[in-house]
């Protein structure tokens, strides 16, 4: 599937257009044929007729008499009944003769058993059996010619077929053939005319067909090219327009489109006041849930280090306790206020690099595991991006990163590649790996692997509710290095 408007618009209209031209010329060039065909049956249909009516039958012959002599000529002559080279021609044929015994050139002086010379011949036994040729109308019809029956002057091998539009009429005369008996003779009289005139009419027709469809064709994708970018031009201000919000520098789409923008635009419109109206209603939220924790806190923390408990000693196990998990409780309220903050205007958040993030914690691990030795690989480009909130980023990564730095040995390694839509980022330890059997359970709240460590078991779920957030997901899947990985899919 193509995944431009602009090539989809190119592509179908483009294709339209020439098909449907190539259909009309095809109908065009059909329709012209079948009139210039339906034309000349009907003229040999009515030459025949006129013709037939200036030759008598006389003692056995066919002859036109003196006195029709100069209309007959100046008929034939009108109706280029006289040409050679076989294009147009009359004759009459004779079936128990089995040759021609009228033509419409001057007999004078012209041998008919070499009338090959000026006719084409067809299959007349076919002709003489076709009831359609019995009717006293000539009866005009498409046939290809047949080598001489006589074989006078031409032989199978050197002949050619070729087409003609032939008006015959069947008719028969009784004679006498001796004393007291008496049989019918049968002639066909033939009016045809070659096709090649036509043909070659309808080869010539489709040559300037031919030319006219391909310059229509380049006419039309330079139309086409022009059109798509008048009618994509919208589009690509809209998409300018969004990515202007993504970067922090509109607000809302405020552009005026054509109307089927219009609801696409108010619909998103609408979205980043709703997202914005969220953000700010789960900030006052929180702002309100920690006000209303530091006082009872700081009121707990003051009895600690007031008179209240002065003569308790100050490595007390149980107050030290008490001061430490109310310092803790401070520190989550406060890291989750920052996390709810809105730390820009615009609600749709942008790509951004990973690797000046991952680089940076990667040095604050071994800062926070300094006494253990061990390396953190980065193998992520410049060019690796993922659309994801800055705070999110590095709470995600480092609580994935701070755990592989734990339960490694001696190697952490972090890469990352593209997949469609989807930046593939794999963080890699050579510890100990996963538990064998449903690995997919340490992604709950309060699940963790290793109850001996520090910690509340919340880092993996943490980050499976901020991938999930955004649309992505988490796997956990065995290291190359036989420990374990954990591979993050977050869109781009």
């Avoid at 602009?6 to 483009?14: A, E, I, T």
């Avoid at 096709?195 to 309808?202: G, H, L, T, Y």
């Amino acid at each position: 599937m193509m995944g431009s408007l602009r090539s989809r618009q190119l592509v179908s209209g483009f294709t339209i257009i020439v098909i449907g031209i190539l259909i009309l010329g095809v109908l065009l060039s059909l329709s012209i044929y079948q009139r210039k065909t339906e034309a000349i049956s009907l003229e040999l249909e009515r030459t025949a007729s006129d013709l037939l009516g200036f030759i008598e039958y006389e003692r056995g012959n066919f002859l036109i008499p003196e006195r029709n002599k100069t209309a007959a000529e100046q008929f034939i002559s009108r109706n280029q009944l006289v040409q050679d080279r076989k294009r147009r021609f009359a004759y009459i044929w004779d079936r128990q003769q089995n040759r021609i015994i009228w033509s419409s050139i001057d007999n004078e002086g012209v041998d008919l058993n070499r009338t090959d010379l000026f006719f084409a011949y067809f299959d007349f036994e076919k002709l003489f059996n076709d009831p359609e040729v019995q009717n006293f109308t000539p009866f005009a019809d498409r046939m290809k010619s047949t080598p001489s029956p006589t074989g006078a002057s031409q032989t199978e091998e050197k002949f050619h077929p070729e087409e003609y539009m032939v008006a015959v009429q069947h008719f028969s005369f009784r004679e006498n053939a001796e004393e007291g008996t008496s049989s019918n003779r049968h002639y066909l009289f033939i009016v045809a005319e070659s096709m090649k005139n036509v043909d070659k009419e309808i080869d010539d027709l489709v040559m300037v067909f031919s030319i006219l469809f391909f310059a229509s064709v380049i006419l039309i994708l330079i139309a086409q090219l022009a059109s798509s970018f008048w009618v994509v031009a919208p589009i690509r201000e809209f998409e300018e327009e969004v990515r202007a919000i993504e970067a922090g520098n509109k607000e809302t789409i405020q552009d005026e489109y054509p109307d089927e923008l219009v609801p696409i635009k108010n619909t998103i419109n609408a979205l980043i006041g709703h997202e914005k109206g969220q953000k700010q209603r789960y900030k006052d939220s929180l702002d309100d849930l920690a006000h209303s924790l530091k006082t009872p806190l700081a009121a707990i923390q003051s009895h600690l280090e007031g008179g209240s408990f002065q003569d308790v000693p100050h490595d007390h196990v149980g107050l030290a306790g008490i001061a430490a998990e109310i310092e803790h409780m401070q520190e989550i309220i406060s890291r989750q206020l920052r996390k709810a903050m809105v730390t820009s205007e615009n609600a749709i958040i942008m790509s951004q690099p990973i690797r000046p993030i991952l680089t940076r914690l990667a040095s604050t691990m071994h800062k926070v595991h300094r006494g253990k030795d061990f390396e953190i690989r980065v193998n992520v480009d410049e060019y690796a991006k993922c659309r994801l909130d800055s705070e999110d980023l590095m709470e995600l990564f480092g609580n994935l990163i701070n755990n592989a730095c734990r339960f490694c040995d001696r190697l952490v390694e972090i890469s990352a590649f593209r997949d469609n839509d989807m930046l593939v980022i794999d963080i890699d330890d050579d510890g100990m790996g996963f538990p064998s059997e449903n690995p997919s359970k340490l992604l709950k709240r309060g699940i963790r692997e290793d109850s001996k460590t520090e910690g509340q078991g919340i880092g993996l779920a943490v980050s499976t509710e901020i991938v999930s957030a955004v649309g992505g997901k988490i796997e956990l899947l065995v290291s190359p290095y036989v420990g374990a990985r954990v591979r993050l899919y977050l869109p781009t």
